[in-house]
C-alpha cells in the first residue's frame, strides 16, 4: 500500500535499495568468481532466517571425502579416506593396482552426468564391496592405521580449522557423513587436531579381531548413493541433532543431498556443492541441484562465511 503514495515511494524505494545493497556486501564472499547460483535472494533470504534463528537451532551435515578434504593440491590428487590406505603398512602391490583399475572403472561412472542414479546404484555397491573385500584379504591392522594416516597427503580444505573451531565454539554439531573409512577419517581429523566434542560420524567402519586384524566392515554399507537410508536409520536417532530444524549441508556429489533427509521438520535448508571434476559436463545439473555451487574451489571460505554470518547472531545460544 506505501507504495502507492506518490511522495513516499521514492525515499522508500531509496531505503529498499541501499539496504539491498548492505546485505549483498554482508557477505562478500558470496562474489567470488568460484560461486554459482540458481537464486541469489532465495540464497540469502535463507542465511538471514537462520541468522535470526540463531546457532541453537542450527545443525551442519556434512560429507568428507572432496568435500572437507581437497580435491587436489598442487596438480596432484588428494587421497580419500580408501586411497589413504594405499600404503604398504597396510596392503600390498596386487591390492593396490586393484583398487587402482577399480578406481579408473567406477570413479567415472560415479560423476557421469549423463547416468542416472538408479544406473549407478547396483555399480557403486559392485564397486565398495570389491574393495572392502579386498582390504579385509589384506589383514589390515589396527595399530598402523596411525601411521598410515600420517605418511599420506591427506589434507583438508584451506580454512578448515575456522570451520570445526567455529562450530565447537557455538556448540553447533557437526555430522560428517561419509561413505568412506569411518576409521581412517577419524585419524585424519584428529591428527588435524579439530575432532571437537561436538562433531558425530556416520560411515563404514572396520571390525576387528580380538588381535586388532580387519575381519570385515561394521553395519550396513554406505556408498555415494545410499545416504538417504543411513539419515533415516541413523542420523533421525542422533539425540544432538533434535530440534535443530536449520541446516546447512555441504557435499560433492548429487548423492550428498540426500543426507539431511533424517531432520524431522527441518525449516530451512542450505545446501552447498563443490564441483571438483568435470566441471563443464555437470555445471548446469549442480546449480540446479545444490543453493550455492563452489567450481573448483579449495576452500571453505564461503562456508566459513556463512557460518560467521549466522553464529554472528546476539541470540545463539
Ligand atoms: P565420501 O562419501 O566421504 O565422499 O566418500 C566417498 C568417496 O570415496 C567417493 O566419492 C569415491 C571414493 N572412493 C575412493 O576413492 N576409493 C574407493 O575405493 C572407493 C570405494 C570410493
Ligand atoms: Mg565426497
Redesign the pocket.
Known amino acids: 500500500m506505501i507504495y502507492h503514495v506518490p511522495w513516499i515511494y521514492t525515499p522508500v524505494r531509496t531505503v529498499l535499495a541501499i539496504w539491498h545493497q548492505l546485505i549483498k556486501t554482508e557477505i562478500p564472499e558470496l562474489s567470488k568468481c568460484s560461486v554459482l547460483m540458481r537464486e541469489r535472494g532465495r540464497v540469502e533470504e535463507t542465511i538471514y532466517a537462520m541468522q535470526r534463528a540463531g546457532a541453537g537451532n542450527l545443525q551442519v551435515i556434512s560429507?568428507?571425502?572432496?568435500?572437507l578434504t581437497r580435491f587436489a593440491h598442487n596438480g596432484k590428487r588428494v587421497?580419500?579416506?580408501?586411497?589413504i590406505l594405499d600404503n604398504r603398512l597396510l596392503i600390498n602391490e596386487d591390492c593396490t593396482k586393484k583398487?587402482r583399475e577399480?578406481?579408473n572403472t567406477?570413479?567415472p561412472i560415479?560423476i557421469d552426468a549423463s547416468r542416472s542414479v538408479e544406473e549407478k546404484l547396483p555399480l557403486m555397491v559392485e564397486?565398495?564391496t570389491k574393495?572392502h573385500e579386498l582390504l579385509i584379504q589384506q589383514r589390515i591392522r589396527k595399530d598402523m592405521l596411525s601411521q598410515a594416516v600420517k605418511e599420506s597427503s591427506a589434507m583438508l580444505r584451506d580454512g578448515y580449522k575456522v570451520f570445526f573451531d567455529r562450530l565447537a565454539e557455538n556448540q553447533v554439531p557437526l555430522l560428517i557423513?561419509?561413505?568412506?573409512v569411518g576409521d581412517v577419517?577419524e585419524e585424519v581429523i584428529r591428527q588435524n587436531r579439530v575432532f571437537h566434542p561436538n562433531v558425530h560420524i556416520i560411515?563404514n567402519y572396520m571390525d576387528f579381531d580380538h588381535t586388532g586384524i580387519l575381519q570385515a566392515f561394521k553395519g550396513q554399507l554406505?556408498?555415494?548413493f545410499n545416504?538417504r537410508e543411513g539419515a533415516l536409520s541413523h542420523a533421525a536417532c542422533l539425540r544432538e541433532l533434535q530440534g535443530r530444524p536449520n541446516v546447512l549441508l555441504l557435499?560433492?556429489?548429487l548423492g550428498?543431498l540426500t543426507m539431511a533427509d533424517g531432520v524431522s521438520e527441518p525449516q530451512n535448508i542450505l545446501t552447498i556443492g563443490f564441483l571438483n571434476d568435470q566441471v563443464e559436463e555437470r555445471k548446469e545439473l549442480y546449480v540446479n541441484s545444490f543453493d550455492i555451487v563452489l567450481v573448483k574451489d579449495e576452500t571453505m571460505d564461503v562456508p566459513n562465511a556463512i557460518l560467521g554470518h549466522i553464529t554472528s547472531s546476539r541470540d545463539s545460544k
Open positions: 560429507d568428507f571425502d572432496m568435500t587421497p580419500t579416506t580408501h586411497n583398487m577399480l578406481m567406477y570413479y560415479e564397486w565398495w574393495v557423513f561419509s561413505a568412506g577419517l560411515s554406505i556408498h555415494t545416504k557435499g560433492d556429489s550428498d
